[in-house]
T-cell receptor
Framework: SQTIHQWPATLVQPVGSPLSLECTVEGTSNPNLYWYRQAAGRGLQLLFY??????ISSEVPQNLSASRPQDRQFILSSKKLLLSDSGFYLC?????????????FGSGTRLTVV | AQKVTQAQTEISVVEKEDVTLDCVYETRDTTYYLFWYKQPPSGELVFLIR??????QNEISGRYSWNFQKSTSSFNFTITASQVVDSAVYFC?????????????FGSGTRLQVQP
C-alpha cells in the first residue's frame, strides 16, 4: 500500500535560518507531488507541484523553493526564513494523470519562525 | 481559473442538530473532481468524499450526505445529528482533469463547532 511520510512534525526556527522539510512516498512510482501551506486560521495554499524528477512548478512567488531529487522525494527549502513563513506545511501525492484517484496528504509540519 | 468558495467561516451548533456546509466552485473545465476533507485539531487532512463532474447523484454515508448540483456549481455537505467529534475545519476542493495544473484548489474552510 502507498504511504506518505513527512518530517519533522514540528519545527521552531529563528528568522534568517535555513529550512529543509522532506517528504517521501512509498508504494508507488512517478507520482505527482505537492507542497501546500496553511497559515494560522486560513485555507490551504498550493506552493509547488512536481510531475517528475527535477520538474518543479511554483504557484506563488515567495521565499521558498522546492526540489525533487528522486522520484518519490520532495523537499521544501528556504535559505533565510521570514516570520511570514510560519504555518502548517502539508505534502501530498496523487497518481500521475489520474486526477480522479484523489490526493493523499502527509501528517504535516508545523513551522514557527521566531 | 478555478476557484472554490466556502462562505461560512465558522458554524456553531448544538449536538444532534443537522448542519450544512456550503461549497460553490468555478471552473472552465468540463471534467473535474470535487472533494471534501476534514481537518481535526491534529491538523491532518482526512479525506471524506470525491465526486466527478458527470455524476450528480447525491451520496449518503452514515450521518454524512453530499448534494452536488451542477446547475448552481455547488457541492454542499450535510451532517445529520451532529456530534462533538464532528468539530473540525472542513475543506471543499476542486481538481480539473484536463486544463491547468493537476492540483487541488481549496476553499478557505469552514470551522464547525459542535457543542455538547
Amino acid at each position: 500500500s502507498q504511504t506518505i511520510h513527512q518530517w519533522p512534525a514540528t519545527l521552531v526556527q529563528p528568522v534568517g535560518s535555513p529550512l529543509s522539510l522532506e517528504c517521501t512516498v512509498e508504494g508507488t512510482s512517478n507520482p505527482n507531488l505537492y507542497w501546500y501551506r496553511q497559515a494560522a486560521g486560513r485555507g490551504l495554499q498550493l506552493l509547488f507541484y512536481s510531475v517528475g524528477i527535477g520538474q518543479i512548478s511554483s504557484e506563488v512567488p515567495q521565499n521558498l523553493s522546492a526540489s525533487r531529487p528522486q522520484d518519490r522525494q520532495f523537499i521544501l527549502s528556504s535559505k533565510k526564513l521570514l516570520l511570514s513563513d510560519s504555518g502548517f506545511y502539508l505534502c501530498a501525492w496523487s497518481v500521475q494523470g489520474k486526477a480522479n484517484y484523489g490526493y493523499t496528504f502527509g501528517s504535516g509540519t508545523r513551522l514557527t519562525v521566531v | 481559473a478555478q476557484k472554490v468558495t466556502q462562505a461560512q467561516t465558522e458554524i456553531s451548533v448544538v449536538e444532534k442538530e443537522d448542519v450544512t456546509l456550503d461549497c460553490v466552485y468555478e471552473t472552465r473545465d468540463t471534467t473535474y473532481y470535487l472533494f471534501w476533507y476534514k481537518q481535526p485539531p491534529s491538523g491532518e487532512l482526512v479525506f471524506l468524499i470525491r465526486r466527478n463532474s458527470f455524476d450528480e447523484q447525491n451520496e449518503i454515508s452514515g450521518r454524512y450526505s453530499w448534494n452536488f448540483q451542477k446547475s448552481t456549481s455547488s457541492f454542499n455537505f450535510t451532517i445529520t445529528a451532529s456530534q462533538v467529534v464532528d468539530s473540525a475545519v472542513y475543506f471543499c476542493a476542486l481538481s480539473e482533469a484536463t486544463r491547468g495544473r493537476r492540483a487541488l484548489t481549496f476553499g478557505s474552510g469552514t470551522r464547525l463547532q459542535v457543542q455538547p
